[in-house]
Structure formats: structure tokens, C-alpha cells
């Protein structure tokens, strides 16, 4: 490679030495370009492509070491060699300091140094270009990098820092610098709060890399603090020997954080906060295994809502995930801070309640637990009231395991759903057989409406003051293939829980309103039908234009469809259900609260349902001879009940006696098997023709 060297002097005999110089030995290394005149040689050199100058600071048109500040200037990174020509070495050797790259002597010019001089200043030059871009690529790095970086010298003192390690410190680089590292980088133990030794001393004590012990944070120099992570290593010279160190960390107080709630989520109910299945499980198997060493006892208490299902199909699931923090929140208040509340998912309850020896504990844990939940839940506007169904197992009788613990109390929580719902039930070998027949009765639910196992039955409602059938309440009865006929109280419950009901009630609909448009053609007495609604069909979000469809389709007249349903769904929302209740008037329908006096009822409410029966449930009729107190209360809500302006209805009047005590109140009136049992729909329309044969006038 042939480099281009620009000689600049007005005196030609020093040109011409230099340049033989230079072509002597004939290699074509060097090519030469010369010029006398300062403003000759700028002029060239702005035009480029010189690799190397040699100058005389005597020209005609400069003197001095301005000559030299010049071209320096315009050619700041080409290498210049000062010609010494006459006596002004002083001269040289300022121009050197102030960025030459180095002299030959008038002696010289002709030697062989010429040649090495200049190769010797071009690589030297080139050598301190690559330096310079090595360096300004690691400092464009270093600063580039999320990590901090601070480095040091032999005795720990900081003699760099990289803009993140300036903004975690909060030392600048000019501020830090000559300062121990344990002074800017300012260590302490998470935990025991004590200073921990900064890795670069040890670093530089043992000359091999370390890093931080777990859980050290950086104390900032305005006080922050931050979680780091580091490694420190050792720099060498060329022999080999430790000459400082770097340090390299990085803040990981975010990951840190977004760690522990990783681990916190792992463990916990998303919605409610309890802990989840995962940690029941656990604490259940610590408790086992606590039980076992010491003999303790332990219960498992298994929680499910009723009518959760229905609230969140109706109001949606935002107001149920609200119900079931609420209620969460309730559970907690129950219990003492060594049980264990966890949410199983769904609206489902799992407490483990330690140290219970005869389940007496669970037994009075479960009362408190009903009692609570007494009060209503106040969410977005509504005020929700839920019951909950508890089932308890107690270790080690009935179960020794996780596993056979929580199904035996979920098998018990059924138990306690058929019992009524709203009370709790400790477990018993005999439930798992009837799990079972549970499981049986649901999925042979499922043909049963393919297949048409289903029939209506209808119950007369009689005028006690003259016997005559003024209604009748439409009873659902399932015909199994090998002639059995089941009644609701086994399947309807069941049907509910699983969603079935809704199906189930459309074809109940159906039936009936054709059956009502049949005796409409058979020229019957027209009376007003009833149906029994379920939770789950009244909340569902179809179910009042569904109604409308199914009355429309039969042709019939609306008010000769009746719609019972039960005073706790009513009173379970009892807003919402004004406004159901209000369309389902609107429409024409008749409507009734069935069971009157095993709810809730809020007076206040009942007074604003648009409700033409009050229908009084058949347990205040059983024993009206035997004690006279229900007697009292059926009289109380007979009056209450004109006084509203309502229709009375008793159901389930089954002799002369419990007749005649309602006759005497006045009351309008009366379904039972005393007048008829409910039959099939051949039957109810003679009754209709015939008139019963038990006359209520006969008491
Ligand atoms: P409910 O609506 O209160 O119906 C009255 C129940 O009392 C009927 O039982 C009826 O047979 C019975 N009963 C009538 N008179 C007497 C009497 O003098 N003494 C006694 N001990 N009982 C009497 P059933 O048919 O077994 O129905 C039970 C419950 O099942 C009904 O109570 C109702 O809540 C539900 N149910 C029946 N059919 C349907 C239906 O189609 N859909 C829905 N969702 N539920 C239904
Ligand atoms: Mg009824
Ligand atoms: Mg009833």
C-alpha cells in the first residue's frame, strides 16, 4: 500500500533530500506531493487522501509554531513530523506537546530514518484511531446498558461510573470519583438491616469474581432503597496482575415484587382473596399429620350458597363476584385466625377448623356461620339475601385423608341441601349411598324430557264457604319406564342444582296452557291454572318474554295461567323481583306467593309486589289441634293478607277439624287432599263437571 506524504517547505534542497529519501529504495511505498506555501498545503489537504505530513515551520506565507497550529487544524488526525531546518528544536518540541507526531533533524534527511520515522508516526497514529474507537464503542455501551456499572482502582476507590450506576446511586461519575466503593455503592442486608461488605473488596482481597449474598439492597445516596443482583470480577494488566475491578448490578426490586405476587396468586383466590385449594390442601395435610402425633381432632366444614347460581345468571356476574367477596369477608368473622377459610371456586366454601374433638366446634362455627348470613348483602344498589348449605366431616372419623375428608363434607353439604337448604349436616356413612342415588336421579333427569317421562297433575283449589273448584295447581310427576311415579320432592331440587329446571319449566308451561286451551274447547268451566315457578326460571334473563311466547302460542287468555313462586326467591331480591313481578301483571297473569311464612318476608316489600294470592304454606296447618300457637299465626296471616287486599289460600288441608278452623277465620280458600289429591288431567276435568265429592260444606 502506497502511502501519500505531503512535504511542505519553501527550501528545495531539504525537498529534494527528503524525497530521494523516500523513492530510494524503490518500493513504492511512499508517493510524494510537495508544496512551499502554506495555503498550498491546506488547500491540498481539504481535498483528502494524505496519509502523512512533513513540515517546515518556516514558509513564506507562516512562521512559527502558528504554522503547525494550522495545518494541525485542518488536518487534526493525519500525522505530522516537524522538520527541523534551522536552529529551532525548541520550536519542534512545542509543536510535538501540542500534538506532533514527532521531528527529524536536518541531519537525517537523507538517512534511511526518513522512511522509518514516517511508518513508525502512521501506525502509531493509526493505533491511537483504533484506540479511540474501541473506547468510544465501550463507553457508548456501557452506557447503553440497563445495568450499572462502577469500576475501581487497586485500593477500592471508584474511577468510573456508567449512567445507570449514576442514576442508582445518585453519584454522579465526577462526584464519585476517588471515593471508596463503599461509600457510593452503599450496602445492607434485607433482613438483619446491617451493612454487608461491598463484593468488590472481596474482589480485590481474593482477585476472583463474586457476587452478592441474596437479599442485599442498595441504600441510594438520597436514602432510596433498592433489591440488587451483582457480579464483581477483577481487571489485569498485561502481566497478569490485578490492577482493579468492575462491579455489575441491576435493580430487581420490580421483578422481586412481581415475584412474591407470582407466589401470592399461586396461593391465593384471585376474586376473594382466601386461600385456594393449594394451601387448604396443605394446611388439611399439616393438620393430619399434627392429628396423628398428638391425637387431635379436626373438622372440615364444606360451604355452598343457595341460589348463588340464580343471582348470578339475573344480576349478572359482577354482582355475584361482589356477593362473593361479601360473603367471604362474613366467613372470616366466623372463625378463629388458626382456622383456614379458602374458596374452592364457584360459589363453594371449604373451612378447616383446628382442634375440634367432637365436632362440637363445627357444630357452633356452623350456627354462627347460618346466623351471619342472615343479614343482608348490600351490593350495587341491591340488597342480596343468600343462605348457605354447610356439610361437616370431622378427622379421623370420617375421613384420614384430604381428600376423603372434603368429599364426605361436600356429600354432607348435599345432605343439608335436601334438608331444606339454609342449616348444616355433620357426615354420615349413609349419605355416600345417597350421593350416589343423587348422581343416578340426575343424569336419568336428563332423558326423562327426551323422552317424555314427565306428566302433569292438578290439584283443585276449592271455595271453602261453598266447596265449589275455583282453581287448580299444576304438579309435575315423573312416570319412570317400569311404571313408578316419582314425586318433585326427589328430582326438582336436583333439577335446580343442575339447571335442568329451566327446560323442565317450559315444558311444564307448555303442557299446561295447552291443556287449558283443550278444556276452553271442551266447553269446561274456565279456571285459572297455577304453575310452580323455580328460582332459577323467575331470575333467568328470558324468562317473563318466554311465558309471553309460550301463552300466545297456546291461544289462551292470560288470566287463566297462574304463576306461584315461592315468598324466599321473591324475598331474595326482592327489588328485582317487583320489577319481573310487574311485567308478568302487566301481561294479565294471576300471581301468587307460594309457602307464606317460611321466608323472610319483608312486609314492606310484600306490600309492593303486585300480587293477587297469598298462599299459606301446609306446616302451620299439621297440627292446629295439637297446639293452638300456629293456629294463632294462621289466623294473623289470613287477616293480614285481606287486609292487603289479597286472595288466602291454605295448602294442604287435610281433615274436617283444620276446615272448620279455617272457615271460622274467614278464610277464602283451601287445597288439599281433603277435597282431592292431584290427578291426572282425564280426571280433573270431571272433577270440574261433577263437582267434588267431599262438599266443604260438609263440616
Ligand atoms: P307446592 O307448590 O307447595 O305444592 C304443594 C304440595 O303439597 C304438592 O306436593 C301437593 O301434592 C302437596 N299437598 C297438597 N295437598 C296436601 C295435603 O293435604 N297434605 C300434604 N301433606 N300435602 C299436600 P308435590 O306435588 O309433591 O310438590 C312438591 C313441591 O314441588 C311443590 O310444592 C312445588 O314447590 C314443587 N313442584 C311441583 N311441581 C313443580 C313444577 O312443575 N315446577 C317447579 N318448579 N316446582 C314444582
Ligand atoms: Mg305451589
Ligand atoms: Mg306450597
Known amino acids: 500500500m ?34 512551499s506555501h502554506l495555503s498550498e498545503s491546506i488547500v491540498l489537504l481539504r481535498t483528502g487522501g494524505i496519509d502523512a505530513i512533513m513540515a517546515d515551520l518556516s514558509l513564506p506565507d507562516s512562521q512559527g509554531i502558528e504554522t503547525f497550529d494550522k495545518l494541525f487544524a485542518v488536518a487534526p488526525h493525519i500525522p ?17 506537546q501540542r500534538g506532533a507526531q514527532g521531528y527529524l533533524s536536518k541531519a537525517h534527511f537523507g538517512s534511511y530514518l526518513v522512511r522509518q520515522t514516517l511508518r513508525n508516526c502512521i501506525r502509531s497514529k493509526a493505533l491511537e484511531e483504533k484506540f479511540f474507537i474501541e ?25 468510573y461510573l456508567n449512567i445507570t450506576a449514576e442514576n442508582m446511586t445518585g453519584w454522579t461519575r465526577d462526584d464519585a470519583h476517588g471515593h471508596p466503593i463503599a461509600e457510593v455503592m452503599h450496602l445492607i442486608n434485607s433482613v438483619t438491616r446491617e451493612v454487608e461488605r461491598n463484593p468488590i473488596q472481596l474482589v480485590l482481597f481474593h482477585n476472583k469474581p463474586m457476587g452478592l449474598a441474596a437479599g442485599t439492597i442498595l441504600v441510594r445516596r438520597d436514602g432510596r432503597e433498592a433489591a440488587i443482583e451483582d457480579s464483581a470480577a477483577p481487571i489485569h ?38 386461600p385456594n385449594r393449594v394451601v387448604l390442601n396443605d394446611r388439611i395435610n399439616q393438620a393430619i399429620a399434627l392429628g396423628k402425633r398428638r391425637s387431635n381432632h379436626f373438622a372440615v366444614l364444606f360451604l355452598d350458597l343457595d341460589n348463588f347460581k340464580c343471582i ?48 362440637e366446634k363445627a357444630a357452633l362455627t356452623a350456627k354462627k356461620i347460618l346466623a351471619a348470613m342472615t343479614a343482608p348483602h348490600t351490593i350495587v344498589g341491591h340488597e342480596l339475601h343468600v343462605t348457605t348449605s354447610i356439610g361437616i366431616s370431622v378427622y379421623p372419623d370420617d375421613g384420614e385423608d384430604v381428600e376423603t375428608l372434603i368429599k364426605n363434607a361436600d356429600t354432607a353439604m348435599y345432605h343439608a341441601k335436601e334438608k331444606g337448604r339454609n342449616n348444616y349436616q355433620f ?22 324430557l327426551e323422552l317424555s317421562e314427565f306428566v302433569v297433575y292438578y290439584q283443585p283449589k276449592v271455595n271453602l264457604a261453598t266447596g265449589i273448584i275455583t282453581g287448580a295447581e299444576a304438579l309435575i310427576r315423573w312416570t319412570h319406564p317400569d311404571g313408578n311415579m316419582e314425586l318433585p320432592g326427589r328430582f326438582v331440587e336436583i333439577a335446580e342444582d343442575c339447571g335442568l329446571i329451566v327446560p323442565i319449566g317450559q315444558w311444564m308451561l307448555q303442557q299446561v296452557c295447552a291443556q287449558i286451551g283443550c278444556w276452553q274447547k271442551a266447553g269446561l268451566r274456565q279456571i285459572p291454572i297455577s304453575v310452580n315457578i323455580s328460582a332459577l326460571e323467575f331470575r333467568h334473563k328470558d324468562f317473563v318474554e318466554e311465558v309471553r311466547t309460550i301463552v300466545n302460542a297456546a291461544g289462551i287468555s292470560p288470566n287463566l295461567l297462574q304463576l306461584e313462586i315461592t315468598e324466599n326467591v321473591l324475598m331474595s331480591d326482592a327489588k328485582a323481583s317487583i320489577k319481573i313481578l310487574l311485567e308478568l301483571k302487566r301481561m294479565g297473569m294471576l300471581l301468587t306467593v307460594d309457602d307464606f311464612g317460611t321466608g323472610y318476608s319483608s312486609l314492606n316489600y310484600l306490600h309492593q309486589f303486585p300480587i293477587d294470592v297469598l298462599k299459606i304454606d301446609q306446616s302451620f296447618l299439621h297440627d292446629i289441634a295439637v297446639t293452638n300457637g300456629n293456629g294463632i299465626i294462621v289466623s294473623a296471616v289470613i287477616a293480614m293478607g285481606k287486609s292487603l287486599r289479597l286472595l288466602v289460600v291454605v295448602e294442604g288441608v287435610e281433615n274436617q277439624e283444620q276446615l272448620a278452623f279455617l272457615k271460622a277465620q274467614h278464610c277464602e280458600e283451601g287445597q288439599g287432599f281433603l277435597f282431592s289429591k292431584p290427578v291426572a288431567a282425564e280426571l280433573m276435568a270431571k272433577l270440574l263437571v261433577t263437582g267434588l265429592s267431599i262438599s266443604a260444606d260438609k263440616s
Open 312 to 359: 348470578n345468571d339475573s344480576l349478572g356476574h359482577e354482582t355475584g363476584d361482589a356477593l362473593l367477596q361479601s360473603v367471604a369477608q362474613n366467613l372470616l368473622l366466623c372463625v378463629r385466625s388458626s382456622d383456614t377459610v379458602s374458596r374452592q371456586g364457584g360459589d363453594e366454601f371449604v373451612i378447616l377448623l383446628m382442634e375440634d374433638k367432637y365436632g
Open 237 to 274: 494488566d498485561w502481566d497478569g496482575k490485578i490492577t482493579g475491578a468492575v462491579i455489575v448490578f441491576h435493580d430487581v426490586t420490580a421483578a422481586q415484587a412481581m415475584s412474591m405476587k407470582m407466589a401470592y396468586l399461586a396461593q391465593h383466590d384471585f376474586l376473594t382473596g382466601l
Open 2 to 35: 502506497t502511502n501519500r506524504v505531503l512535504i511542505i517547505t519553501a527550501d528545495s534542497i531539504v525537498a529534494e533530500d527528503l524525497e530521494d529519501a523516500l523513492g530510494k529504495v524503490g518500493d513504492g511505498q511512499f508517493s510524494v506531493q510537495r508544496v
Open 80 to 96: 505530522i513530523i516537524m522538520l527541523c531546518v534551522a536552529d529551532d528544536e525548541m520550536l519542534t518540541t512545542e509543536a510535538v
Open 135 to 159: 473506547r468510544t464503542r465501550a463507553d457508548i455501551t456501557l452506557n447503553s446498558i440497563s445495568d450499572a456499572v462502577i469500576g475501581t482502582d487497586m485500593s477500592g476507590n471508584v474511577d
Open 427 to 448: 357426615f354420615k356413612n349413609v349419605m355416600n349411598v345417597q350421593a350416589v342415588e343423587r348422581q343416578v336421579i340426575e343424569v336419568n333427569l336428563r332423558r326423562a
